[in-house]
T-cell receptor, first 113, second 116 residues
Framework: AQSVSQHNHHVILSEAASLELGCNYS??????LFWYVQYPGQHLQLLLKYFSGDPLVKGIKGFEAEFIKSKFSFNLRKPSVQWSDTAEYFCAVKKSSGDKLTFGTGTRLAVRP | DGGITQSPKYLFRKEGQNVTLSCEQN?????MYWYRQDPGQGLRLIYYSQIVNDFQKGDIAEGYSVSREKKESFPLTVTSAQKNPTAFYLC???????????????FGSGTQLSVL
């Protein structure tokens, strides 16, 4: 069965610091990978997704993620965070051939102004 | 205004009672999902449906039931067999013909269920 691990549960950064949130999945076949974000009081929304092609994916608000197949990883990065990036971030995976989408436990990011 | 509507926003359940959470979408999406969100545990999949009149168990289906009689509706019943039902429940859907967006999940605003 597919699963997702997010090892950072809470991250606190100062503005302008660089961000990297870890995401590892377990499934040996072809996968689709996602990062979703939940800002305080708002719905979950899609940040970026990887299906195929260039393993470096760029999303909204300056976020990017790199798919490293050999490491089963899909880490989220941002070179310089802002206070408005304070949110909870969820990595998710599904088999390319299916519709079952499995989420990780989430990482709470707090950015100090 | 297209989207997903979950109701009620808050729901209280008594011991031994079944309760049903509503989820309606007008996005014409084929796939619909129910997740449970607990602090520190992320989103856990309860049930999902890829098409009308069909649904599959997720990772934590015990104590829950669903139906998909209409494309736009995917109600979730929390039965008395669910021993720890207090949680935030999220409904989501995806679909459409645009390959740029048809794998993107659209979420409702959630229902907070508490046990009295």
């Amino acid at each position: 069965a597919q699963s997702v691990s997010q090892h950072n549960h809470h991250v606190i950064l100062s503005e302008a610091a660089s961000l990297e949130l870890g995401c590892n999945y377990s499934y040996g076949g072809t996968v689709n990978l996602f990062w979703y974000v939940q800002y305080p009081g708002q719905h979950l929304q899609l940040l970026l997704k990887y299906f195929s092609g260039d393993p470096l994916v760029k999303g909204i608000k300056g976020f990017e993620a790199e798919f490293i197949k050999s490491k089963f990883s899909f880490n989220l990065r941002k070179p310089s965070v802002q206070w408005s990036d304070t949110a909870e971030y969820f990595c998710a995976v599904k088999k390319s051939s299916g519709d079952k989408l499995t989420f990780g436990t989430g990482t709470r990011l707090a950015v100090r102004p | 205004d297209g989207g997903i509507t979950q109701s009620p926003k808050y729901l209280f359940r008594k011991e031994g009672q079944n309760v049903t959470l509503s989820c309606e979408q007008n996005l014409n999406h084929d796939a619909m999902y129910w997740y449970r969100q607990d602090p520190g545990q992320g989103l856990r999949l309860i049930y999902y449906s890829q098409i009308v009149n069909d649904f599959q168990k997720g990772d934590i289906a015990e104590g829950y039931s669903v139906s998909r009689e209409k494309k736009e509706s995917f109600p979730l019943t929390v039965t008395s067999a669910q021993k720890n039902p207090t949680a935030f429940y999220l409904c989501a859907s995806k679909g459409g013909r645009n390959p740029a967006t048809n794998e993107k999940l659209f979420f409702g605003s959630g229902t907070q269920l508490s046990v009295l």
